[in-house]
């Protein structure tokens, strides 16, 4: 079975473009969370979606926002980027009712 | 606030014992994950503890102590693959902040 794929693998951009970042889940997780990654540090938590709903937000600016399809894929949007939004950013997906959740390979940002 | 504390870098042997803490303060607990993360790589899922006690799976075992908001992560007869971060991450139950990780502890596996 194939797992959390992402795309696209890499992404250069500079300051104040806008970046869509995509993610499809493993077969039959309908829960999707999306991650930022610093260099040295641990997965930042973004957003969850569960059946095309935000079910869950940490603190980042309004900058960034998400959706899910109805086939349980999902974007990431990030506008008027910023130097410091340079990451890596994580999507996981998750089985109904599981917390475990599952991660894809990511998406390396770069901004300049 | 919200908090997990975890060894920034820790160094064993190959075919040693090590042991990874990690304590943590955090509101509407749900459960506890480890995950293992190569470098340039994505996090691989390890374990997850919800009730106190030690599940052991293989090489790995992870316990957990939720009275003392406590866990560690042990692993034996380490193997030179075994080098990766090691993140230690809390699921919650109460508002809209799901997931927290820790930091993560370097673990470098010497021959």
């Known amino acids: 079975d194939a797992g959390v794929t992402q795309s696209p693998t890499h992404l250069i951009k500079t300051r104040g473009q806008h970046v869509t970042l995509r993610c499809s889940p493993i077969s039959g997780h309908k829960s999707v969370s999306w991650y930022q990654q610093v260099l040295g540090q641990g997965p930042q938590f973004i957003f969850q979606?569960?059946?095309?709903?935000?079910?869950g937000r940490g603190n980042f600016p309004d900058r960034f926002s998400a959706r899910q399809f109805p086939n349980y894929s999902s974007e990431l949007n990030v506008n008027a980027l910023l130097l410091g939004d340079s990451a890596l950013y994580l999507c996981?997906?998750?089985?109904?009712?599981?917390?475990?959740?599952?991660f894809g390979p990511g998406t390396r940002l770069t901004v300049l | 606030g919200q908090n997990i504390d975890q060894p920034t870098e820790m160094t064993a042997t190959e075919g040693a014992i090590v042991q990874i803490n990690c304590t943590y303060q955090?509101?509407?607990?749900?459960?506890l994950f480890w995950y293992q993360q190569h470098a340039g790589e994505a996090p691989t899922f390890l374990s997850y503890?919800?009730?106190?006690g030690l599940e052991e799976k293989g090489r790995f075992s992870s316990f957990l102590s939720r009275s003392k908001g406590y866990s560690y992560l042990l692993l034996k007869e380490l193997q030179m693959k075994d080098s990766a971060s090691y993140l230690c991450?809390?699921?919650?139950?109460?508002?809209?902040?799901?997931?927290?990780f820790g930091t993560g502890t370097r673990l470098k596996v010497l021959a």
């Open positions: 503890n919800v009730l106190d």
């Open positions: 996981a997906s998750s089985l109904p009712g599981q917390d475990t959740q599952y």
């Open positions: 991450a809390v699921s919650l139950t109460s508002g809209t902040y799901k997931y927290i």
């Open positions: 979606y569960y059946e095309k709903e935000e079910r």
């Open positions: 955090t509101s509407g607990f749900n459960g």
